[in-house]
């Protein structure tokens, strides 16, 4: 799928709907919850924030940002000849949309090869973006462009947030500076960016942001 977009957001409210909710709708009112408690969290207690990660007991990205928008002209879909009509492939994309845990990713992948047979390559790869938005939220990040054979990571846009003091932050740098060869930072347009060169599949892109995760700062 070109310019593919997958936006992921946590049930926290769980599968209950009723009153004000309901009326407005519950992905609307999900997004809105969200974004105040994102607003409160890096404006009203920002200080309060920082000193929990500097204390340890906030570690990942996850906790900086809501989503992880990914960008890819990489061919990534359930092709007509897998999945024949439109309306299942459409159900198919908004479940896979909605996994966050590994487990739930593999019984889905189970449950295709049940169904369809042997999952083409480019099935296998918008499977595999679950676990690149999984990485991308922990380190902060909110977009990753996978685009002609490169991948840029776009972090946190609130050059005072707390993510910039996590371990989550201290371990993009380390990786950088430990692949100079492959990873360029780009710190214009007052956002903090990461380059990193010859990225040519989600599979390689995971294999990577999993090797930045193990890295020792």
């Known amino acids: 799928m070109q310019d593919l977009d997958i936006r992921g957001a946590g049930n926290m409210l769980g599968a209950e709907q009723s009153g004000f909710i309901a009326d407005l709708g519950y992905e609307a009112y999900q997004k809105i919850l969200s974004e105040a408690v994102k607003e409160l ?65 593999e019984q889905f992948r189970q449950r295709m090869t049940d169904r369809f047979g042997p999952i083409p390559p480019e ?17 902060g990040c909110e977009r990753i462009q996978l685009k002609q054979g490169r991948m840029r990571l776009q ?9 910039y003091d996590s371990e989550a932050f201290r371990k993009v740098i ?4 430990t692949n100079a060869h492959i990873c360029r930072v780009d710190n214009s347009k ?12 989600v599979e390689q892109a995971n294999a990577l942001l999993s090797q930045m995760r193990q890295c020792q700062v």
């Open 41 to 105: 969290r890096n404006e009203e207690f920002q200080d309060l924030y920082k000193e929990e990660v500097k204390a340890g007991n906030i570690t990942g990205g996850t906790e900086f940002v809501e989503e992880c928008v990914i960008e890819s002209d990489l061919q990534m879909s359930f092709s007509e000849e897998y999945v024949p009509t439109s309306s299942e492939r459409m159900l198919l994309y908004r479940e896979l949309d909605s996994l966050e845990r590994e487990a739930d990713v």
């Open 123 to 139: 099935g296998e790869e918008l499977i595999r973006v679950v676990k690149l938005r999984s990485l991308g939220r922990y380190f």
């Open 155 to 163: 972090f946190v846009s609130n050059p005072t947030s707390p993510f």
């Open 174 to 177: 380390a990786f950088a500076t």
């Open 190 to 201: 007052e956002q903090f960016r990461l380059l990193v060169t010859d990225v040519t599949s």
